[in-house]
């Protein structure tokens, strides 16, 4: 039985390869399909991958320009998502922290920042039981384990795990050059 970090709603379907918890058997059976990836769906455009044609039919709301930000021109895949966009154009920041009163655009952003008064850490790597207070952190964690190196110089053959690392490389790469 697993607890999700933003509620207390107990999640007893587990799954067996990220230890991920979920509400119903539904939804755990929905999650699998992301540790398969050859029912994944592709866009014809870019490329990307998706679980499935639902999650590809929102993707391409990127494409049609159809949620576009008129200062920008940034797209989103959703109404929602182009709100919350804007609210970094405005400056609108209706979250605040009860602890330190620093503000958030987004709901998200402050559950996390919260996490710094917390000191709760609730993702944690299934290979060698590191804990992290995000979730893009461990997903950056298990790059050593797989040894994925996404980020790649320009300048040289080098490549590195997370694109600070790059930066840093590249600043001493173009000044050796």
Not at 25 to 40: A, F, G, P, Y
Not at 43 to 65: A, D, E, P, W
Not at 141 to 149: F, M
Request: a positive charge; hydrophobic letters at 20%; glycine letters at 4%.
């Amino acid at each position: 039985m697993t607890e999700h970090p933003l509620d207390d709603n107990p999640r007893p379907y587990v799954c067996v390869v990220c230890e991920k918890g979920f509400g119903t058997k539904q939804s755990l059976n929905r999650h699998k399909v992301m540790h398969t990836e050859e029912d994944w769906c592709s866009c014809t455009q870019c490329g990307k991958r998706f679980i499935s044609q639902h999650y590809l039919k929102i993707h391409m709301n990127v494409h049609s320009s159809k949620y576009q930000c008129t200062e920008c021109g940034k797209c989103c895949r959703k109404n929602e998502e182009l709100t919350v966009h804007r609210r970094r154009h405005s400056g609108e920041k209706s979250f605040e922290c009860t602890v330190c009163s620093k503000r958030f655009t987004t709901s998200g952003e402050l559950v996390v920042h919260r996490r710094i008064h917390s000191g709760e850490k609730p993702y944690k790597c299934y290979l060698c039981d590191k804990v992290f207070s995000q979730f893009t952190s461990l997903n950056i964690h298990l790059r050593v384990h797989t040894g994925d190196k996404p980020y790649k110089c320009s300048l040289c053959d080098k490549s590195y795990s997370n694109s600070s690392n790059l930066q840093k490389h590249l600043t001493s790469c173009t000044q050796q050059q």
